[in-house]
């Protein structure tokens, strides 16, 4: 798959920045209103043609950047031609007719990784968007999906522990042990909701530290590959369309992670447990830039000179991460 680290960058870019202007302006659709026209532009001027597969979701009243939606200089002129809907191209055409190309990649993303602390001047906001090739993310109309992330010191004596068939219990040892810590100093960092009731209970039980987050599973996900980062394991329901994008970036970090499909009580759906490979298939390469501060990456700073931005790009591949550090001129 062709490199496209840096076209990636400037797409989280310019969602970062537009998103930034309304931090701490309690405007959470003008966040993201900004933040989807900024990033929706600058895809349709790379040089490729790709769908949207994991994008803003319809029940948020979002504004555009859906599943389906076609970006990329590739759809532009798939459009301008009069060409037919993608749906109606499989297959070809009959007779002499040149065979009518789909898209060649997907794309899942997230404009606003944390629209509530965007609004509220908090902490760890992010613009984060994931390529594959087409059809390698998996979808779901499902909303929730039960996770579990772990950084790879954390799998280093073995690749199948920890694991969401296993108890919550036996999870937490298998890290602690793993990353020799006791118990009493491992960090759990769970999405403070009222579902996770149970989950909290048996976690203190244990005599586990717990982080709470109110928003940006994403990155707190990715922060169990990070050192010193605090978060040791992650645990609990979030987003479906959140899992898809945490795979593709922990799939480039040597992390674990899988999911389950869950109701909104963390009830399961059926017995899969899907794995990185399964949500996040093939070459998958992965961009953020911070909007506000966190774990992993500083926030938009505004200059006399311009924006500056904080952002990291990773890639499954090479394993290449690249952390770059941008002066955008006024």
């Known amino acids: 798959m062709k490199n496209f680290h840096l076209d990636l960058i400037r797409v989280t870019e310019a969602g970062a920045i537009s998103a930034a202007?309304?931090?701490?302006?309690?405007?959470k659709e003008a966040a993201d209103k900004a933040a989807t026209e900024a990033m929706r532009e600058r895809l349709n001027t790379i040089d490729f043609f790709a769908e949207i597969a994991i994008g803003e979701g319809k029940?948020?009243?979002?504004f555009g950047l859906f599943a389906g939606e076609l970006v990329g200089l590739g759809a532009t002129a798939h459009r301008n031609a009069g060409a037919a809907p993608i749906p109606e191209l499989v297959g070809g055409e009959s007779g002499n007719q040149p065979k009518p190309q789909g898209p060649t990649y997907s794309i899942a993303l997230d404009p606003i990784e944390g629209t509530t602390p965007t609004a509220k001047g908090g902490y760890e906001a992010m613009s984060v968007i994931a390529l594959a090739?087409?059809?390698?993310?998996?979808?779901?109309?499902?909303?929730?999906?039960?996770?579990?992330a772990v950084g790879p010191l954390a799998i280093k004596l073995d690749p199948l522990m920890p694991d969401l068939r296993r108890s919550v219990?036996?999870?937490?040892?298998w890290v602690a042990g793993a990353l020799g810590k006791s118990i009493n100093h491992l960090t759990a960092c769970v999405l403070d909701r009222p579902r996770h009731t149970g989950l909290v209970n048996r976690l203190r039980a244990m005599g586990c530290r717990i982080k709470f987050i109110a928003d940006c599973d994403v990155t707190a996900c990715i922060a169990t590959c990070v050192k010193n980062s605090g978060i040791d394991i992650y645990m609990g329901a979030g987003g479906a369309p959140e899992a898809v994008i945490a795979a593709a970036a922990m799939r480039c970090m040597k992390g674990k992670f899988q999911a389950q499909l869950v109701n909104a009580d963390c009830t399961p759906i059926d017995d899969r447990?899907?794995?990185?490979?399964?949500?996040?298939?093939g070459d998958v390469m992965f961009a953020a830039t911070g909007i506000t501060?966190?774990?992993?990456?500083?926030g938009v700073?505004?200059?006399?000179?311009?924006?500056?931005?904080?952002?990291?790009?990773m890639r499954s591949e090479s394993r290449t991460i690249r952390k770059i550090t941008t002066e955008h001129g006024n």
């Not at 219990?169 to 040892?173: L, R, T």
């Not at 700073?301 to 790009?313: E, Q």
């Open 21 to 27: 202007e309304w931090v701490g302006r309690g405007e």
């Open 133 to 148: 090739n087409h059809g390698s993310f998996f979808t779901t109309e499902h909303f929730y999906m039960n996770k579990l």
């Open 293 to 298: 501060d966190g774990q992993l990456l500083r």
């Open 169 to 173: 219990e036996e999870n937490i040892a």
């Open 59 to 62: 029940k948020d009243h979002s």
């Open 273 to 281: 447990i899907f794995e990185m490979k399964d949500l996040a298939a």
């Open 301 to 313: 700073r505004f200059t006399d000179t311009g924006p500056v931005t904080h952002s990291i790009a």
